[in-house]
């Protein structure tokens, strides 16, 4: 079956550092979406790519979209401790979104 | 976005018991997926709950372990039966987003087995 990895699996940085985790899917998506958990929480999206190549910023954070669709990146540039949590990256192929892979997650900790 | 209130939000269990989670949605929703989170861990779907007839369920996962009721639009239930330590888990209820294809999660309904 489908496989969704992301590496490193745990990061720990000082605040301000930068911090980018990668997603890589044994298949070609047709989207790749991220999500953050908090401590003690549940995932919430934060966003979506569709195309090849796609690059989207919300703020501090950058999501890439490889040009074969089976890689991603977030980066975060000048952590902040509300940065603090577990990063998923989610994988679909086609269909609903039953068909939704989760990667194995990144999880972040920024000390001051 | 919807919001949904799942019961209970956490729970202690005895193994070889049974307990049911209760999922309620503020808005009629077409699909309700359950998700399971053991901790530590990713997120893996359980099934996908279809108003008026059977859940549909991912591979691993089985009726006689989960079954899984959806009587209308907003509610759903799932039970995990014959609880043992391994289902120590995050459950997470959640429905479709507003970006389609993707994924609202409730707050989840955390489970310990002892």
């Known amino acids: 079956g489908q496989q969704v990895m992301q590496i490193p699996q745990y990061q720990h940085v000082q605040e301000g550092e930068d911090f980018t985790t990668y997603c890589n899917s044994s298949?070609?998506?047709?989207?790749i979406q991220w999500y953050k958990q908090r401590p003690g929480g549940h995932p919430v999206f934060l966003i979506q790519?569709?195309?090849?190549?796609e690059v989207k910023k919300q703020k501090r954070l950058t999501f890439q979209f490889g040009e074969a669709k089976k890689n991603s990146s977030l980066h975060i540039t000048a952590t902040q401790t509300t940065d603090v949590g577990t990063y998923f990256c989610?994988?679909?192929?086609?269909?609903?979104?039953?068909?939704?892979?989760f990667g194995t997650g990144t999880r972040l900790q920024v000390t001051l | 976005s919807a919001v949904i209130s799942q019961k209970p939000s956490r729970d202690i269990c005895q193994r070889g018991t049974s307990l049911t989670i209760q999922c309620q949605v503020d808005?009629?929703?077409?699909?309700m997926f359950w998700y399971r989170q053991q901790p530590g861990q990713s997120l893996t779907l359980i099934a996908t709950a279809n108003q008026g007839s059977e859940a549909t369920y991912e591979s691993g996962f089985v009726i006689d372990k989960f079954p899984i009721s959806r009587p209308n639009l907003t509610f759903s239930t799932l039970t995990v039966s014959n609880m043992s330590p391994e289902d120590s888990s995050i459950y997470l209820c959640?429905?479709?987003?507003?970006?389609?294809?993707?994924?609202?999660f409730g707050e989840g309904s955390w489970l310990t087995v002892v």
């Open positions: 989610a994988g679909l192929i086609g269909g609903t979104a039953s068909k939704l892979t």
């Open positions: 808005s009629q929703v077409t699909m």
């Open positions: 298949t070609t998506l047709s989207n």
């Open positions: 959640s429905v479709e987003g507003q970006v389609g294809n993707t994924i609202y």
């Open positions: 790519l569709v195309k090849s190549g």
